[in-house]
T-cell receptor, first 113, second 115 residues
């Protein structure tokens, strides 16, 4: 099936620990995005990548890191520098960065132990 | 700076009622795009519609309709004869011409349709 796969669905982080959220797509889309969703709030952009080996910071990049070594994959690492990581994280893709609609994964809920 | 406001945080209706979700936006760009997404309990956002700033025609898709008014900077969404399956969080979003796919989202409206 074509689509976007995010894993795990639920993730728990201990204080001081880095954790990595996976996002894989087989839609052959060029652009990939990470959004953070807090309860009762809209989505905020963390990082985005328009092509392989290139990525840009979004509005709330502090405490996060990404890589884009393959077109299909755009993992997000939540570092220990992110002091309030509890949130729902959504990965999205689009064919190209031209104001087209985004396709979203089913998300990862990250909680702090 | 661009901004999207969805003043209704939560709406509750009874099945078969019509309901309108409000969206007001701010932008300095003359070319921009407006979107609506649906987020069911499963969590994945589902695209509903995209409208560019030069197309003010209202659109209807089945029970869904959208009213775009540049004069009031609004892009409202109406569900006619609501159904329980319409229960979800609905997001309005805006992207400007030069911002690629950098969407600015509103805070979302949680719609609960009761049987």
């Amino acid at each position: 099936d074509g689509g976007i796969t995010q894993s795990p669905k639920y993730l728990f982080r201990k204080e001081g620990q880095n954790v990595t959220l996976s996002c894989e797509q087989n839609l052959n889309h060029d652009a990939m995005y990470w959004y953070r969703q807090d309860p009762g709030q809209g989505l905020r952009l963390i990082y985005y990548s328009q092509i392989v080996n290139d990525f840009q910071k979004g509005d709330i990049a502090e405490g996060y890191s990404v890589s884009r070594e393959k077109k299909e994959s755009f993992p997000l690492t939540v570092t220990s520098a992110q002091k309030n990581p509890t949130a729902f994280y959504l990965c999205a893709t689009t064919y190209s960065a031209t104001n087209e609609k985004l396709f979203f994964g089913s998300g990862t809920q990250l909680s702090v132990l | 700076a661009q901004k999207v406001t969805q003043a209704q945080t939560e709406i509750s209706v009874v099945e078969k009622e019509d309901v309108t979700l409000d969206c007001v936006y701010e932008t300095r760009d003359t070319t921009y795009y407006l979107f609506w997404y649906k987020q069911p309990p499963s969590g994945e956002l589902v695209f509903l519609i995209r409208r560019n700033s030069f197309d003010e025609q209202n659109e209807i898709s089945g029970r869904y309709s959208w009213n775009f008014q540049k004069s009031t900077s609004s892009f409202n969404f109406t569900i006619t004869a609501s159904q329980v399956v319409d229960s979800a969080v609905y997001f309005c979003a805006l992207s400007e011409r030069n911002a690629g796919n950098m969407l600015t989202f509103g805070g979302g409206t949680r719609l609960m349709v009761k049987p």
